[in-house]
């Protein structure tokens, strides 16, 4: 699982004079320099509706600036074709605010879907998810919908299937916002495992504890500006 071979110094990241507007509205975004090398790890803070979620969009690719230059792993956004995309897309472990779940499979198939999409055999599914899914403390859940589930559990999920294929990046939109204090230590914890393995992570949260405990350099978003602390 290491990846020991990655250059930490180039930008895996980056983001130069960027600017987002939605249909033509204002600027959420402003003039964003920002450059994250890999093995980095961020939080992400801002109050609500300060651009989050945006900025994240822009950095896995689900949304084009309006001005300004993306580039991702060193390919610029702007001359990327749709299967250099996929391929980088691919890489990167979001965890959506809202779990984007798939309602009609259990959390075992909701979580081995990153991994049957990159043509894993069953054989190696079977034996890496239940693993997982007990990490996240939902060994009694394994064949349930999420529909069933809590919130904080269907977050778990979420988390559980953002991380499985072992991602270079991991992007997560407050991930913690719907677990009680020692769930969200705990997710942490795994968190800074994949850290530790080379993972490059950048988390929004609110919570000014994880932030105080984990101590990681925090990216500020307000007026649409970022600033770093
Ligand atoms: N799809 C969208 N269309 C129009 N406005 C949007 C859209 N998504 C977000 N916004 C606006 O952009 C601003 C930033 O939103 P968001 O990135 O969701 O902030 P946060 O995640 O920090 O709460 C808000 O004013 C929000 O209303
Ligand atoms: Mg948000």
Redesign the pocket.
Same mark, same amino acid.
């Given at each position: 699982m290491s990846k020991g071979s990655i250059d930490t110094t180039k930008p895996i990241i980056s983001l130069q004079n960027v600017g987002?507007r939605?249909?033509g &509205?204002p600027e959420?975004?402003k003039d964003i320099n920002l450059e994250i090398k890999a093995g980095e790890f961020y939080f992400l803070t &801002? !109050?609500? &509706? !300060? &651009? $989050?979620?945006? *900025? *994240? $969009?822009l950095m896995h690719l689900a949304h084009r600036p309006s001005r300004g230059k993306v580039k991702i792993f060193g390919h610029d956004l702007d001359y990327m074709k749709p299967d250099e995309m996929a391929t980088i897309r691919r890489k990167i472990g979001i965890v959506f605010?809202d779990y984007h779940l798939l309602d009609h499979l259990s959390v075992m198939d909701n979580i081995s879907l990153p991994l049957r999409i990159s043509g894993r055999n069953e054989k190696y599914i079977h034996k890496h998810v239940p693993e997982l899914i007990e990490w996240v403390g939902l060994k009694n859940f394994i064949n349930t919908k999420p529909k069933s589930l809590s919130g904080g559990q269907q977050q778990r999920v979420a988390i559980a299937r953002a991380v499985i294929n072992n991602p270079e990046i991991l992007i997560a939109?407050?991930p913690t916002g719907n677990v009680d204090e020692d769930m969200a230590k705990k997710l942490l914890f795994l968190f800074l495992e994949l850290n530790k393995m080379g993972t490059t992570i950048i988390i929004?949260t609110h919570s000014t504890n994880l932030i105080k405990q984990f101590r990681f350099p925090v990216l500020h978003?307000k007026d649409g500006y970022l600033t770093k602390e």
């Open positions: 987002l939605y249909n &509205g959420v975004l &801002g !109050a609500s &509706g !300060a &651009g $989050k979620t945006s *900025l *994240l $969009k605010q939109d407050e929004a978003l």
